[in-house]
């Protein structure tokens, strides 16, 4: 579907084989936090899976715009929209994350649970564009990652640390970042969660 093809074969495979291990009732604690802490508003969920970051946050009074590149996965969280009662309130849309220009205005939240810390450099700056378009001056994009180490680009499976923040490094504040480790089926990796704050001039 786009430059990063193999990825996509690999994802698809999984939706198509049901092997989804990162798909739970609930989003991460993260996200039910911010929830708590913020008035509802417009939320943007970039690779979004079958949605279970949208439905809890529609399910909690915000609008909620879902993208991804799997048409199983779009088509699975429109089912489960659908099944909640909660299409009024969310949208799901197949699309690539570099190729997001149909979504007009900004949201209070943008949201990336697991999406861009797999993709290529040339994606990564694309994405990061659009990051920046679609955030609201003084919103926020809450970001999860798995980390990488230090190896060359090319053999690289996971984002680093240092890529991360200097993607974000123009319009945006890190105000608050948390490591750890994180364990996906029998997978068990570096990441980090991490809170950027749009700059309040959109500049
Ligand atoms: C690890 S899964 C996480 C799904 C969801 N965020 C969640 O927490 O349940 C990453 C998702 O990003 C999507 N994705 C990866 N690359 C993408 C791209 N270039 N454009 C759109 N979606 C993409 C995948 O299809 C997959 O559903």
């Known amino acids: 579907m786009t430059a990063s093809e193999p990825l996509y074969d690999r994802i698809r495979q999984r939706y198509l084989e049901h092997n989804v291990p990162w798909d739970h009732a609930l989003p991460p604690p993260e996200v039910l936090a911010f929830a708590e802490a913020h008035q509802p508003g417009r939320m943007l969920d970039l690779?979004?899976?079958?949605?279970?970051?949208d439905l809890y946050l529609a399910n909690h009074g915000w609008r909620c715009d879902g993208v991804d590149f799997v048409?199983?996965?779009?088509?699975g969280a429109q089912a489960r929209a659908v099944a909640a009662g909660l299409s009024g309130r969310v949208r799901f849309f197949h699309?690539?994350?570099?190729?997001l220009d149909f979504l007009k205005g900004t949201y209070d939240l943008v949201l990336d649970v697991g999406c861009l810390h797999s993709?290529?450099?040339?994606?990564?700056?694309?994405?990061?564009?659009?990051?920046?378009?679609?955030?609201r001056p003084g919103g926020v994009f809450l970001l999860f990652a798995h980390l990488g180490d230090d190896q060359a680009p090319d053999q690289r499976r996971w984002i680093t640390q240092p890529v991360l923040e200097g993607l974000f490094a123009d319009g945006f504040t890190l105000e608050r970042h948390e490591l750890g480790t994180t364990t996906v089926g029998e997978d068990t990796w570096p990441s980090g969660w991490f809170w950027l704050r749009r700059s309040a001039d959109g500049l």
Do not use: K
């Not at 048409?71 to 088509?75: F, L, M, N, S, Y």
């Not at 993709?119 to 955030?135: F, S």
């Open 95 to 99: 699309a690539d994350i570099v190729a």
């Open 71 to 75: 048409p199983e996965a779009v088509q």
């Open 119 to 135: 993709q290529p450099q040339a994606v990564c700056e694309r994405y990061a564009e659009q990051v920046r378009r679609l955030t």
């Open 47 to 53: 690779g979004c899976g079958y949605g279970r970051a």
